[in-house]
């Protein structure tokens, strides 16, 4: 990044992306100091500065940068982002708004809070604390175990999110709201396993399968399942109410047992249990989805997920296929079996959820594989 590019909001957004990753958070605050000896200091160079103070928990700076940012330029689309962010938070909503709605607008604070960039090295300590893993530096894949996570609620409620959120902004949120967070941290909100006894569109009657307890919650989430069924569902008081918040996570019969001894480990043994057991679920359904997409003819286990030996496994199974064939169909595969290039599967997804044929999105895949490569080798020649 050179000074003159904090005038270009393209430039800075994708710097603002790398601060805390690959670009010191004291070699940022050096470049936009440096920016702000000239006496036309550019908007980006505060917008740096604000951001620098949010990976440093300094909400205070970064409210102030953002402002001084909006003062030299009140179009510079990053410091709008910001300001609009800020707004969020500060947002009371509707006064007269349901338990359900409440508990709602919070929790989109919470999973705002953490999708911020300097909040996600945060996160993904989290997440890989769940899954008992060591994460050195911020890749693709543990951006997913975060994401994964925070889809459920995992890390918001019971892997401690939800503190590091109410000690960070806490201080901004509308009075109702910080009392709301403080209520459900002094709860110990957490996942809970549930048997769904009877359901309407919004309220639900549960029994909590460790002490058949029941309880009656409100919901906004049109989910519905089987009575009977079990699941992992978290349940936050509301005042005197109970809220159905996040997304639940219902799971078959055979898991039962699983779960009920997830949950006998929380506490004293293991508080992540059920975090860890549900992400697991998680991860193995998204994996066969995978690779059922590439493969649909042969079982996961018999797939090999190393390139050569992906590429001879794609071989073997086109004999009459050229070579580009091969490689092209085993690129492709990698890709979306390992989601080291995550746009690639994400695209099928949203292919195959708007009803696309399998064997038309797979051509289509390939395709924009292909067009990617050809790319990228036109600007290595170049």
Partial sequence: MNITDLHDPIAVDAYLLRIGRDVAVDDAEALAEDALGFSDAPAGAWTVLAHVAEHRGDLAGFERWTAAALDVDGHFDPALDDHDYLDALRDPGTRKAGAALRADRLLLKVQAFANRVANLRHSIDLAAQVLEVDESDLTYESCDIAESLLFTGFLVFDAGLLHH???????????????????????????????????????????????????????????????????????????????????????????????????????????????????????????????RFCFPDVDPSDVPVDEEALLAFVAHRMPDAEEYDHLLEAITAHRVLTRRTPHTWDLAATLLGAGGTRDAVWHATKAMTARELWARAQEEAA
Avoid: N
């Fill in 165 to 291: 959120f109410a000690r960070v902004v806490g201080p901004v949120l509308p009075p109702a709201e910080q009392a709301l967070a403080q209520q459900w941290i002094d709860a110990g909100v957490r996942h809970r396993h549930v048997r769904m006894v009877e359901q309407s569109r919004r309220r639900w009657r549960l029994a909590e399968v460790a002490t058949g307890e029941l309880l009656v919650a409100d919901t906004l989430i049109e989910t519905w399942w089987a009575a009977e069924r079990e699941g992992f569902v978290l349940l936050a008081p509301v005042g005197s109410k109970l809220v159905v918040v996040g997304e639940p996570m219902v799971f078959p019969p055979a898991q039962r047992a699983e779960a009920r001894a997830a949950v006998a480990s929380v506490g004293s043994k293991d508080p992540l249990a059920v975090a860890r057991t549900a992400l697991r679920w998680r991860f193995d359904r998204e994996r066969a989805a995978r690779f």
